[in-house]
């Protein structure tokens, strides 16, 4: 099993792009979490999915940040437009309803 | 509000000594806890848990203790070493997992 996988690793793009953040979960897994890491907020939920469905949103800092789950082995994190605030490393973790979060490689947003 | 606090943002030990890592939470409905370990360009990893009915568990060099009436656990690690030295998030069994702000512990030789 090749883990839970992140792409792109970094990201560095313009104040005003649109930025799109990859994870594939592990097969199986039927829970899918985005986490966002910070100096000042440590991690914190930006949302997740069960079986393929939002659950919980209530962290998506804005409008701006949505999240989409098109089936089970694929979700992706969109920020429009991005801001400098936004630069961070984001996961991605998948769990299924007896194991534990594993957690993919990050990817570390740096919007200029 | 943060329901899992880690008041520590770092701590720095002597290899071979003990490191103690403390967190506290606010939820008296949480009834299992988790420690994760994060190095530098990883994901955090899983390294030791423990359920509201015990006290202590322990995992080789790694102990957690729980102590609920105070709402607080530590992570201990005897003898630390080098290798330790990472990022120590605690985490609270609600669907999803809370996080506190993490602990980087550096290990030193």
């Known amino acids: 099993d090749a883990g839970v996988i992140q792409s792109p690793r970094h990201e560095v793009t313009e104040m005003g792009q649109e930025v799109t953040l990859r994870c594939k979960p592990i097969s199986g897994h039927n829970s899918l979490f985005w986490y966002r890491q910070t100096m000042m907020r440590g991690l914190e939920l930006l949302i997740y999915f069960n079986n393929n469905v939002p659950i919980d949103d209530s962290g998506m800092p804005e409008d701006r940040f949505s999240a989409k789950m098109p089936n089970a082995s694929f979700s992706t994190l969109k920020i429009q437009p991005s801001e400098p605030r936004d630069s961070a490393v984001y996961f991605c973790?998948?769990?299924?309803?007896?194991?534990?979060?594993?957690f993919g490689s990050g990817t570390r947003l740096t919007v200029v | 509000d943060q329901q899992v606090k880690q008041n520590s943002p770092s701590l720095s030990v002597q290899e071979g000594r003990i490191s103690i890592l403390n967190c506290d939470y606010t939820n008296s409905m949480f009834d299992y806890f988790l420690w994760y370990k994060k190095y530098p360009a990883e994901g955090p990893t899983f390294l030791i848990s423990i359920s509201s009915i015990k006290d202590k568990n322990e995992d080789g060099r790694f102990t957690v203790f729980l102590n609920k009436s105070a709402k607080h656990l530590s992570l201990h690690i005897v003898p630390s070493q080098p290798g330790d030295s990472a990022v120590y998030f605690c985490a609270a069994s609600d669907t999803p997992l809370v996080f506190g702000k993490g602990t980087r512990l550096s290990v030193i030789a």
């Open positions: 973790a998948s769990s299924s309803g007896t194991s534990g979060y594993t």
